[in-house]
C-alpha cells in the first residue's frame, strides 16, 4: 500500500530524495524563470469565470484555490531525475513544468475542506492535453505528497508529464498542505479529492494556456492503485461530464482487504515491518471513521496503545514511527484483537468492505493490472482477485506480472510500459 514511503525500503528513500533535489537544482535557473511569472496567476481570484463551478457539488467542489509553481525541469534534468532512480527513460520526450493546486472539496463527512495537488504540464507538445490521474500510495507524512516533496511521490508525475500528457496527482485529504489528518484508506474520500482535483486541474491547466482535451488515463500505485479503479468507476458513471476515462493501469493496489491483503498480513506474505506499520496506520485511521474499537487499548498493548494515534498525526516520519514500533503484529496487537483481525465481524468488517469492491464493474476501457510475484506488501492475490471480478462482468484485464521485484520496484518497472501503452491507445483514436 506504499508509495514513497514502503517500509521495506526506507533507506532507498534518503538516496532518491538526494537523487530529486540534485535534478531539481540542475534545473534551478528554469525554476527561477518559472517562478518569477507565476504570482499574478497564484493570486488570480477563483471566482473568476470557471466551466467547473455549475458542475461542482455543493461548497463549490472543485473550485481552484491556488496555483504555486513549484519545479521546472528541462528534458535532461528529467531524464536524470527518473535515471538515478532506475527507471527505464525511453519515453522520455519533454521537459516539464510543476505546480501546487489548493482547491476546494469535502471530508469523508461531507463537511466543505481543502486539498492540495500536483499538476505536471509537458514543455512542448500540443497545446491541449490528454490528462493522467495519478495517485500516489501510502505516505505517513504529509511531506512526502506529490505537491510538497521532491522523492518518490513525482517519479509517476514526472513520467508520464514528460512523455506529453498533463499529470493531475491529489495529495488526498490531510497530506500535502490539506488541514486535518489523513483518513488513510478511506476510498470514498480519496475518490473524491482525486475527482476534484481533476476540476481543479481543469480550471489551472485553462488559465496556464494549455487546456485539456478531457480524456483520463488513470493510474495510480499501491494504496493510489486501489484509489484509480474506485476513480474509474467514478469517471464511467459520469462523475463529471467533461472527463472521459480512456484506460486504466494501477500498480500493486490492495483490491481485497478482506480476502487477499489482511490474510496475507498474517500468513507471512507481507513482512513483518510493512505488517506492522500498515495495520497501525490503518487502524488508527479507520477508527475515526468506523467502530473499531472504544479505546487504543482494546486493540495495541501497552506501551503501542499511548502512542499510536501521536505517532500517525502526518507529522511523523518512518524513521521515526518505525523504530518505535514493535517487530510483529503479536507483539503489537491484544491476543482477542489479533483473532479479531483474522475473523473480522462488525465495525472491522464494515471497514473492510467499504474499501472492497472497487472491481466489481464494467469497464468500458482497456483495463491492465500490474503488479509483482515478489510484492511483500501488497500481494498479488490482489490482482488476481480484481481480474477475477472484472472477468466476472466480461472484462479481460491482463494480470502483468513484474516478476521477483519488490513493491516499489513493481512501479520502476511498470511505470514506462504503462506510459508506453497508454501512447499505444492514444495513437488509435
Not at 487499548?297 to 502512542?307: L, Q
Amino acid at each position: 500500500m506504499d508509495n514513497d514511503t514502503s517500509p521495506t525500503n526506507r533507506r532507498t528513500r534518503q538516496g532518491r530524495r538526494r537523487v530529486a533535489r540534485r535534478a531539481t537544482a540542475a534545473a534551478a535557473a528554469m525554476v527561477l524563470a518559472a517562478l518569477g511569472t507565476a504570482p499574478a496567476l497564484a493570486q488570480q481570484p477563483s471566482g473568476a469565470p470557471d466551466a467547473t463551478r455549475p458542475h461542482a457539488a455543493a461548497h463549490g467542489r472543485g473550485n481552484l484555490l491556488g496555483v504555486t509553481p513549484v519545479a521546472a525541469l528541462d528534458r535532461a534534468a528529467v531524464a536524470r531525475f527518473l535515471a538515478q532512480s532506475g527507471m527505464d527513460t525511453g519515453t522520455v520526450r519533454h521537459g516539464l513544468r510543476a505546480y501546487r493546486l489548493t482547491y476546494r472539496t469535502v471530508t469523508p463527512q461531507g463537511a466543505p475542506t481543502t486539498a492540495t495537488g500536483l499538476l505536471v504540464l509537458p514543455e512542448g507538445g500540443p497545446r491541449r492535453l490528454d490528462l493522467v490521474s495519478d495517485t500516489h500510495g501510502t505516505m505517513a507524512h504529509r511531506d512526502y505528497a506529490p505537491s510538497v516533496g521532491e522523492g518518490f511521490g513525482r517519479f509517476a508525475p514526472y513520467l508520464h508529464a514528460s512523455a506529453g500528457r498533463a499529470v493531475a496527482a491529489p495529495d488526498y485529504l490531510g497530506l500535502g498542505k490539506g488541514p486535518g489528518r489523513h483518513p488513510y484508506m478511506d476510498t470514498k474520500s480519496a475518490v473524491t479529492a482525486s475527482v476534484d482535483m481533476l476540476r481543479a486541474s481543469r480550471t489551472a491547466a485553462r488559465q496556464l494556456r494549455r487546456p485539456l482535451t478531457g480524456d483520463v488515463y488513470a493510474s495510480g500505485f499501491s494504496q493510489g492503485g486501489q484509489v484509480a479503479m474506485a476513480l474509474g468507476r467514478a469517471l464511467d458513471k459520469g462523475v463529471d461530464r467533461h472527463f472521459r476515462l480512456r484506460a486504466l493501469a494501477p500498480v500493486s493496489g490492495p483490491y481485497d482487504i478482506e480476502h487477499a491483503e489482511t490474510p496475507a498480513l498474517f500468513d507471512g506474505r507481507v513482512n513483518d515491518t510493512s505488517a506492522v506499520f500498515y495495520m497501525t496506520y490503518y487502524l488508527t485511521a479507520q477508527s475515526r471513521l468506523h467502530p473499531l474499537y472504544k479505546d487504543t487499548s482494546e486493540a495495541f498493548r501497552k506501551p503501542y496503545a499511548d502512542i499510536v494515534d501521536r505517532l500517525f498525526d502526518t507529522n511523523h516520519t518512518e524513521e521515526e514511527i518505525i523504530p518505535a514500533l514493535p517487530a510483529t503484529l503479536k507483539e503489537l496487537l491484544t491476543d482477542d484483537y489479533y483473532r479479531r483481525m483474522q475473523h473480522p465481524t462488525g465495525g472491522l468488517l464494515a471497514a473492510a468492505r467499504a474499501q472492497d469492491g472497487n472491481c466489481d464493474w464494467k469497464p468500458d476501457v482497456p483495463v491492465r493490472l500490474h503488479t509483482s510475484s515478489g510484492d511483500t506488501d501488497v500481494p498479488i492475490a490482489n490482482a488476481r482477485n480484481c481480474a477475477a471480478d472484472l472477468a466476472s462482468h466480461g472484462v479481460e484485464a491482463p494480470v502483468v506480472d513484474q516478476g521477483g521485484v519488490d513493491h516499489n520496484g513493481t512501479y520502476m518497472k511498470a511505470g514506462p510500459q504503462i506510459v508506453r501503452w497508454f501512447d499505444e491507445l492514444a495513437g488509435r483514436r
